[in-house]
């Protein structure tokens, strides 16, 4: 099982609120990525880092920011929540290079009243 | 358009049976095929990758087959249980740019019953 963790698992919360969903791997690798996921439909990337202080966006436009201060760590943040953020948000890491096999966290459920 | 297709959408079948579930693609230039499955409320997880050159890729019960002339796969489950239960997503990769961009099927929701 791979150790890539999010917290919290689950969260609702309302509108305008300020919130950060955590991100944490201990395998060391470069690349991290943010997810976006509504039931039954395909993951959307929303953000990605190839390493410290790399961050770039992702296909899906998104009102979320995201830094990478340490290695380990790749938080995402959502300045004021609305209800169109209502989602899971899945994060994932791997090693650098194209073909390279991504781990995936057990995603953030959010609820945004 | 980079696209990845599966069908069905929906599977039920009974504790032991076998299943087949199919994966179409339009991406361009291919690096690599994976199929993930995802569990309710989990994360998903690898269960098989296959490259350009590979026709054939087994995982267990698993067993996946990737034709790169047609641009289809297909994830041939043998002997299902229960804890197969889950989403099955196909997972295709372009080798265009250092990313290694993934593109993601909508997966087959697979149900077994007992």
């Given at each position: 099982e791979a150790d890539i963790y999010q917290t919290p698992r689950y969260l609702v919360i309302g509108t305008g609120k300020k919130i950060t969903l955590e991100c944490s791997q201990t395998m060391g690798h470069d690349?991290?990525?943010?997810?976006?996921?509504?039931?039954?439909?395909?993951?959307h990337l929303i953000h990605y880092s190839y390493g410290v202080n790399s961050t770039e966006k992702g296909d899906l436009s998104s009102e979320s920011t995201v830094s990478r201060i340490r290695t380990e760590h790749f938080p995402l943040t959502l300045e004021s929540a609305r209800p169109s953020h209502t989602s899971q948000y899945l994060c994932a890491s791997s090693l650098v290079?194209?073909?390279?096999?991504?781990?995936?966290?057990?995603?953030?459920?959010?609820l945004v009243l | 358009k980079n696209q990845v297709e599966q069908s069905p959408q929906s599977l039920i079948i009974l504790e032991g049976?076998?299943?087949?579930?199919?994966?179409?693609?339009?991406?361009?230039?291919?690096?690599?095929?994976?199929?993930?499955?995802?569990?309710?409320?989990?994360?998903?997880?690898s269960l098989t990758i296959m490259?350009?050159?590979?026709n054939t890729k087994s995982n267990g019960r698993y067993t996946a087959t990737l034709d790169a002339d047609t641009k289809?796969?297909?994830?041939?489950?043998?002997?299902?249980?229960l804890s197969d239960s889950a989403s099955y997503i196909c997972v295709v990769s372009d080798r265009g740019s250092t990313l290694g961009r993934l593109y993601f099927g909508r997966g087959t929701q697979l149900t077994v019953w007992p």
């Open positions: 690349k991290m990525y943010w997810y976006q996921q509504d039931p039954g439909m395909e993951l290079g194209p073909g390279e096999t991504q781990y995936f966290g057990p995603g953030t459920r959010l | 049976k076998n299943c087949t579930l199919q994966c179409n693609y339009t991406v361009s230039p291919f690096s690599n095929l994976r199929w993930y499955k995802q569990d309710t409320g989990r994360g998903p997880v490259t350009f050159s590979e289809q796969s297909s994830l041939h489950i043998t002997a299902s249980q």
